[in-house]
């Protein structure tokens, strides 16, 4: 299906608009013509990550399916684990268009969506739909206009509590103005102190503990990841997602397109993304768990990503450039390597090349 797609699926999708291809994307996985992958059940591959169970350590990135249309579907195609949003408790859409642009030269896109989606109840009513499957995760954020940003994230827990897996705080998409700002210290520790109460208190009326995780920018300096460490670690949170997208151009091929306001994935992201996913690896210690995304391409890539510190790993922009057969392929990657290095679980490789990481000049 690969050779298939770049020959002549990406060729054709690629003569539309960006926004309208994703549309027909999402339609072509509602009306089941993609076919399944076939990715074998591997123990070795099996995660338990903030005391949920991974099929598998590979799971589609927040911003693919923004108002659950599609989780159930997605895993067919191989991975473990999906996450829909991001979600605000009301409807908006989004910025002005057009507001997606991909950038061939550099297999990368840049996006200036502004959490353009249905809003809670919709989305809700979706996931409420849903027979027993996969592990679906909830992406929440703030309305652009909204008075109070705090409480639109404790809303999100509310909302969701009965059908989310875990929840991810999204406070690091570029495209709401002010929304970063939440990632200072101070903002953050108020922010996890409302979110987490709504948490706790959700968790002893329903008996069940749902996870929370914060999905943090790349593009933070030294003292912003320090502070993000400290407030983290002062809490319960369960994790963290690094990272967003990035502000950056540096070293882009397309200088056309490369001008468009927005947050750049893809290709050009991972070694940036990569290098602050090990640096929060080191400032927060072994244990908490972290998903890492940006850049993930290939096997290597997704691999690479939890020798950096993660346990689990996401992708998203690649499937526009390598399509639907990507998320198999890279879980049957997987699963080959740890046959052929003899090792016993994915856990095995986590931290491996920490080091490396750690110094590398982004």
Known sequence: MTDFFKSFGRRGLFLLDPEVA?????????????????????????QTVAGLTFANPLGIAAGYDKNAEVPDALMKLGFGFAEVG????RPQSGNPKPRIFRLERDEAVINRLGFNNEGHAAALSRLLARGPGGLVGVNIGANKDSEDRIADYVA?????????????????????????????????AALLTAVLAARDEEAATSGVKRPVFL?????????????????????????????????SREGLGDQRQAGEAGGMSGKPLFDKATAVLARMRHRVGKDLPIIGVGGVHSVETALDKIRAGADLVQLYS???????????RIVKGMSRHLQEQGLSSIRDLRDSRLDYWLSAKV
């Not at 991001?86 to 408790?89: A, D, E, H, I, N």
């Open 22 to 46: 994703h549309g027909l994307s999402l339609a072509a996985l509602r009306s089941g013509l993609l076919p399944s992958c076939d990715v074998p059940v591997d123990p070795k591959l099996r």
């Open 86 to 89: 991001t979600l605000t408790p």
């Open 156 to 188: 999100g827990i509310r909302t969701f509590y009965g059908v989310a897996g875990y929840f991810t705080a999204n406070i690091s998409s570029p495209n709401t103005p002010g929304l970063r700002d939440l990632q200072a210290r101070d903002s953050l």
């Open 215 to 247: 999905k943090i920018a790349p593009d933070l300096t030294e003292e912003g990841m320090d502070d993000i460490a400290a407030v983290v670690l002062a809490s319960s949170l369960d994790g963290l997602i690094v990272s967003n997208t990035t502000l």
């Open 318 to 328: 690649a499937m526009v450039y390598e399509g639907p057969a990507l998320p198999g």
